[in-house]
């Protein structure tokens, strides 16, 4: 279908109901296209890539398992931004009329322009601190036991003899695999170790699908989530009263 042919009816925060003529809003088509099943929520949560998808989904799978409201009874959709396409995919939709916001990787600057747009027609954005993305976070903000079940996962997804390569280029070959093991069976992993792995399952994408994380956050996230650094959980639950505010 054309946007030229779509015809989309929201209603504002007065309680009216406002027609917006898709092929007016702009250049909307390639992400009708290839949402065309956000057209049907009421917020719209853009991501960085598929493995914040998967994140998302995991934990929404073990909320909902604990009697929480699901992200969809919300009317919340989730949309991959598919990286660098991130805030002109969340503009296009904001264009139309629907409630925004973008969850996004902090270890590169956002596009000024796009994202000076995007907040001023009144999206949100939520990002991890200190120039982190998401992998990086995990590691840094999970429980010992989690963190270890995360290097267990990226393991059993990955390969061992890729993951251990890995960690010796990250290092420099001064660490290894088995030594880490052993580090969190022992002690917990260090800080300086929690750097390390981070960095290593961003560099090499570790758990860079949406079924992957979708796995951690349901199986290892989820359940670790109280016991988890605010530095996660202060961010996801911005995304998620987001969603809920949504509702109201």
Request: hydrophobic share 45%; net charge negative.
């Amino acid at each position: 279908m054309s946007a030229h042919q779509l015809d989309i009816v929201r209603r504002n925060s007065g309680g009216e109901h406002v027609v917006t003529r898709a092929g007016d809003a702009g250049d909307v088509q390639g992400t009708i296209r290839a949402h065309a099943h956000a057209l049907l929520a009421t917020s719209i949560i853009v991501f960085e890539g598929g493995s914040e998808i998967g994140l998302m989904r995991g934990l929404d799978q073990h909320f909902t398992s604990t009697g929480e409201i699901s992200l969809a009874a919300c009317g919340a959709t989730l949309v991959n931004g598919n990286g660098d396409e991130t805030f002109s995919r969340a503009n296009a939709l904001q264009s139309l009329g629907y409630r925004v916001a973008i969850l996004r990787d902090s270890d590169k600057l956002a596009p000024a322009a796009a994202e000076a747009t995007f907040l001023a027609g009144g999206g949100n954005v939520f990002a991890w601190g200190g120039g982190r993305a998401l992998e990086q976070e995990l590691f840094a903000a999970l429980p010992d036991g989690p963190a270890a079940r995360l290097l267990d996962l990226a393991v059993e997804t990955k390969d061992r003899a890729l993951v251990e390569a890995h960690i010796k280029t990250i290092s420099n070959g001064a660490q290894t695999l088995d030594a880490l093991e052993t580090e969190a069976l022992i002690d917990g992993f260090s800080a300086v170790s929690r750097v390390l792995l981070g960095n290593a399952a961003a560099s090499f994408g570790w758990l860079k699908t949406i079924t992957a994380m979708e796995i951690a956050g349901r199986t290892i996230v989820g359940p670790a989530y109280g016991e988890s650094n605010t530095s996660l959980t202060g961010v996801m639950d911005g995304v998620l009263n987001w969603v809920e505010d949504g509702t109201r």
